[in-house]
């Protein structure tokens, strides 16, 4: 593994309102956290994720760290050794790492350029090396709610919710490249079909706990772009799509949807309410920024405030500069 970078020193840290939105006080002491992902694809990328690691627990002190999914770039072998240098980097941390998969941990590993190694097995291998082993993530720390369980083996161990300080976290496993729906491969359309279902389950078990715990907020991460400006979704988001529309009839709090995919910035409110053809102001959505920009947003929650979820862009500034895509 890379050391950390002694030249990650300044951190450019941007407050940006929602459109329309006003800037009020939160809180004494909101929920904060840090969130990255779609990094690092290069080597370079990977002293600065350290180093934005490094500031976030050392310097603001995060209780845990988010990673959003894809860990290395598309084009690059699906290797075990690659998955292995990840889960040592979330390894090395002094505190959990909330991770959830990317498409490029294995769903476009049939890719020529990825290595054309069969998705399910980088799938299992990628189980096996983050999520069987307790010592990578330590989520258990977190008193994370136990995921499905099918003959006493945990069938979808990505799939995990925690609450922390009247928040519930929900990780869920939605990646980009249309979420691995495939018309082409059966193995991999029977794979979506049944991740999908997973999915909504876990939602809906999340959101009774929610309503059961009084959760005053919810936070959602995943890691795919659902494409929410799009008027019709792709089938492989549609159901996940249908059912975000369906948890804010079912949970009357402020929902945050924390994701990646299209490596750009962003925070809005994208979700319509199909009753009214307007976007449900309760839901909000952040996207992480992404390689060849490496960087991440801290998060405050704070259920009492105007602006329920306040959001900071932070990019890491070094002598060595940007890593290259």
């Not at 006493?152 to 300080?165: H, K």
Request: aromatic residues 8%.
């Amino acid at each position: 593994m890379h050391g950390f970078s002694r030249s990650f020193h300044i951190l450019l840290i941007l407050l940006l309102v929602l459109p329309g939105g006003v800037a009020t006080p939160v809180s004494a002491a909101p929920l904060r956290f840090f969130a990255t992902g779609d990094a690092p694809y290069a080597p370079a990328e990977l002293s600065q994720l350290q180093g934005l690691f490094a500031a976030a627990v050392a310097q603001r002190r995060t209780p845990f760290l988010v990673h959003i999914g894809d860990i290395k770039s598309g084009s690059e072998p699906c290797t075990d050794a690659r998955l292995q240098d990840i889960a040592e980097l979330f390894r090395a941390q002094p505190v959990p790492v909330v991770y959830t998969p990317g498409d490029n941990e294995w769903t476009d590993c049939h890719r020529a350029k990825a290595g054309g190694f069969d998705p399910l097995e980088r799938l299992a291998r990628l189980r096996d090396i983050f999520f069987d082993d307790p010592g990578v993530l330590r989520l258990a720390a977190l008193d994370i709610s136990p995921p499905a369980r099918r003959d006493g083996v945990a069938t979808y161990p990505e799939l995990y919710s925690f609450l922390r300080e009247q928040v519930l976290f929900v990780a869920l496993h939605v990646v980009g490249s249309d979420n691995g729906d495939r018309e082409d491969d059966p193995a991999a359309m029977a794979e979506f079909e049944r991740r999908d279902q997973a999915n909504r389950d876990a939602l809906r078990r999340a959101t009774r706990l929610a309503n059961a715990r009084g959760a005053r907020a919810m936070v959602l991460l995943f890691h795919a772009d659902p494409l929410f400006h799009k008027t019709r979704s792709p089938r492989g988001f549609a159901a996940t799509r249908r059912a975000l529309v369906q948890l804010m009839a079912d949970y009357a709090g402020p929902v945050l949807l924390i994701h990646g995919d299209s490596h750009s910035f962003k925070h809005d409110r994208p979700l319509i309410d199909p009753g009214t053809g307007q976007p449900f102001a309760r839901f909000v959505r952040a996207e992480v920024p992404g390689s060849p920009v490496v960087g991440g947003i801290w998060v405050s929650v704070d259920p009492d405030a105007a602006e329920p979820f306040a959001i900071e862009e932070v990019y890491p500034m070094s002598l060595d500069g940007l890593g290259e895509s």
